[in-house]
């Protein structure tokens, strides 16, 4: 039998077990949704699910260039220029990436509005965060495919509400 190298072991960091996880519960387009926020060493991981259904999952670094993390930092009003409405959009130097289940053009960008607006209120409440950000969707049926615009915008409200109380 050929000899099997083990492996390399490298300094243990050590880190909180379990994992320091919040969970919050309501109603998304009148759905029963649970939403759970577990913060790792290396990433932070939501889950936003609706009958136990994962369907599609992104990533948002939130390690930003230093010329992007001078957005985070400014005072809200400035980077609105006034206009409370532009404070509802994610920050610019967010770049999420769909990982698993995009489903279609709109439902991928929906996803990736959600979970870039997680990571922006992750990287407002603390401008030094720098781990990856992992969101898990499953919400029922199709978040924007056949729901008018007025429809899809209170369902990211609802969800982004709600991901708000488990954070």
Same mark, same amino acid.
């Given at each position: 039998?050929?000899?099997?190298?083990?492996?390399?072991?490298?300094?243990?960091?050590?880190?909180?077990?379990?994992?320091?996880?919040?969970?919050?519960?309501?109603?998304?387009?009148?759905?029963?949704?649970?939403?759970?926020?577990?913060?790792?060493?290396?990433?932070?991981?939501?889950?936003?699910?609706?009958?136990?259904?994962?369907?599609?999952?992104?990533?948002?670094?939130?390690?930003?260039?230093?010329?992007?993390?001078?957005?985070?930092?400014?005072?809200?009003?400035?980077?609105?220029? $006034?206009?409370?409405?532009?404070?509802?959009? /994610? #920050?610019?130097?967010? @770049?999420?990436?769909?990982?698993? +289940?995009?489903? !279609?053009?709109?439902?991928?960008?929906?996803?990736?509005?959600?979970?870039?607006?997680? $990571?922006?209120?992750?990287?407002?409440?603390? /401008? #030094?965060?720098?781990? @990856?950000?992992?969101?898990?969707? +499953?919400?029922? !049926?199709?978040?924007?495919?056949?729901?008018?615009?007025?429809?899809?915008?209170?369902?990211?409200?609802?969800?982004?509400?709600?991901?708000?109380?488990?954070?």
């Amino acid at each position: 039998m050929a000899d099997i190298a083990a492996p390399q072991q490298g300094p243990v960091h050590g880190a909180p077990y379990p994992a320091k996880t919040r969970t919050a519960t309501g109603a998304v387009n009148n759905v029963p949704t649970e939403v759970e926020v577990s913060y790792f060493r290396d990433k932070i991981l939501v889950l936003v699910s609706q009958s136990g259904r994962l369907a599609q999952w992104i990533q948002v670094p939130l390690s930003a260039p230093s010329a992007a993390s001078v957005d985070a930092a400014l005072p809200l009003n400035s980077r609105t220029n $006034g206009n409370p409405a532009t404070g509802l959009l /994610p #920050s610019t130097h967010l @770049t999420p990436r769909t990982l698993f +289940g995009a489903g !279609g053009e709109s439902r991928e960008t929906f996803g990736q509005l959600v979970a870039a607006q997680i $990571g922006s209120l992750l990287a407002l409440r603390d /401008p #030094s965060e720098t781990r @990856t950000l992992v969101v898990g969707l +499953g919400l029922a !049926g199709s978040q924007t495919g056949s729901t008018t615009d007025a429809q899809a915008q209170a369902i990211y409200f609802d969800v982004v509400d709600l991901v708000q109380k488990a954070l």
